[in-house]
């Protein structure tokens, strides 16, 4: 379900349909129906498992300082920075990038902040300044 989840860009309304998706499969894992009516935190708590919103904002601060630490000049840093410069953009709101969950989050030096910090320092300031805690329990399952 979140293969190649890091190279996303999230939108809440990616994320509430996962979310959705994730508590649909942690009631089949029960056995339980929509009309059991059990609220969705007794079920994580029987269930045990990671809130895939965060499991994805976490890989993609992963990815994020693996593509920050790259010292040659590979694709996949290319297309991290790459800017479309092709006459007039098309009507409405520009679409959401990758990189702009993360900018908007760290500012336009993150891979200067990447390559000096370690990498798990940064993982948590991030995903704590976007307002994401650490899981009560680390032997959590991830679907």
Do not use: F
């Not at 029960?30 to 990671?50: A, F, H, M």
């Not at 499991?55 to 593509?67: D, L, M, P, S, T």
């Not at 694709?75 to 410069?85: C, D, H, K, S």
């Amino acid at each position: 379900m979140t293969y190649g989840c890091q190279t996303w860009s999230m939108t809440k309304a990616v994320g509430q349909k996962l979310r959705v998706a994730q508590r649909a499969m942690e009631r089949k894992m029960l056995g339980l129906k929509l009309t059991d009516k059990i609220s969705c935190k007794e079920i994580r708590n029987k269930t045990q498992v990671i809130d895939i919103a965060h499991y994805i904002a976490k890989q993609k601060w992963k990815w994020a300082g693996h593509v920050a630490r790259l010292q040659d000049n590979r694709w996949t840093l290319r297309v991290t920075e790459w800017q479309p410069r092709n006459g007039k953009r098309s009507r409405g709101r520009q679409a959401r990038r990758w990189r702009d969950d993360i900018v908007r989050t760290m500012g336009n030096t993150w891979t200067r902040k990447q390559k000096t910090k370690k990498s798990g320092d940064v993982v948590r300031r991030a995903l704590s300044r976007s307002g994401w805690t650490e899981p009560e329990s680390s032997s959590s399952i991830i679907i």
